[in-house]
């Protein structure tokens, strides 16, 4: 028994992962030119609130109590969304320090290089160079 479960919750996984559309929306907000996206990407958690609403109140006033896993979906969907926002932007202030500071590592390695071409010139006697 423990196995069935185990493997359906396995499908059920992938499926998710694969299909649904707040997992494709994280999946392109998460790449480098898509962090920017994270905070306008907190809109879709309003819909996904809403829906997540009136499934609760379709169950409380006498629907099939199996719609509170849709509920419980869209709940999920909706949290994820609220999150990214935030994530996203401490993401991209990662990125971006390390991107400065990359381009600030081949400035100064340049720098150096040209203080060293300068140093091994030969200098003449005299101070006539």
Same mark, same amino acid.
């Given at each position: ?24 929306? +994280? ?6 030119? !898509?962090?920017? #996206?994270?905070?306008?990407? &907190? =809109? $879709? @958690? ?8 009136? +499934? ?6 006498? !629907?099939?109590? #199996?719609?509170?896993?849709? &509920? =419980? $979906? @869209? ?55």
């Amino acid at each position: 028994m423990f196995r069935l479960i185990w493997i359906a919750s396995i499908h059920i996984r992938y499926f998710m992962r694969r299909w649904m559309p707040t997992n494709l929306v +994280l999946d392109r907000v998460r790449t480098r030119n !898509g962090l920017k #996206w994270g905070v306008p990407a &907190m =809109l $879709v @958690a309003i819909p996904y609130l809403y829906l997540a609403s009136l +499934l609760a109140i379709i169950v409380r006033d006498g !629907g099939p109590g #199996w719609l509170n896993i849709f &509920m =419980l $979906v @869209a709940f999920w969907s909706a949290l994820k969304m609220l999150w990214i926002g935030p994530i996203s932007l401490i993401l991209l202030a990662r990125v971006r320090i390390h991107e400065h500071a990359e381009r600030r590592a081949v400035r100064r390695q340049a720098k150096e290089e040209q203080t060293q071409v300068f140093a091994s010139a030969p200098v003449m006697a005299g101070g006539a160079s």
